[in-house]
């Protein structure tokens, strides 16, 4: 299983981006999956959650701005993100869960998208 986070860019305060995160693979069933977003010289925080009955959960700085959703047919998880702020600025990372063929949970990391929010 493999995932590939996209949708990254340079925007303008107020503004709107989504994210892409395409979970790759053969197998799998999809169990959750999580925005995490890290700032320079800080540490990686959780966003928002997705789970498998498509439950979602928001960190309280993104909370009414931020939406997470997926598309089960495209193995696919987003996270539309509106009225950007500059302390939105961070590398963003996709992180899920699945169970493999062999009944294995397992959790894989995305190689992160970087979104940058100008005044």
């Known amino acids: 299983v493999q995932l590939q986070a996209s949708g990254g860019g340079l925007m303008q305060a107020g503004g709107s981006l989504r994210l892409s995160c395409a979970v790759s693979g053969s197998g799998f069933s999809f169990n959750f999956a999580y925005w995490y977003r890290q700032a320079s010289g800080k540490q990686r925080d959780m966003i928002a959650l997705?789970?498998?009955?498509?439950?979602?959960t928001y960190a309280d700085s993104v909370k009414g701005r931020f939406t997470i959703s997926r598309d089960i047919a495209k193995n696919t998880v987003y996270l539309q993100m509106n009225s950007l702020k500059p302390e939105d600025t961070a590398v963003y990372y996709c992180?899920?869960?699945?169970?493999?063929?062999?009944?294995?949970?397992?959790?894989?990391w995305g190689q992160g998208t970087l979104v940058t929010v100008s005044s």
């Open positions: 992180h899920a869960g699945v169970t493999d063929s062999s009944q294995i949970p397992k959790s894989y």
């Open positions: 997705i789970t498998s009955d498509n439950t979602t």
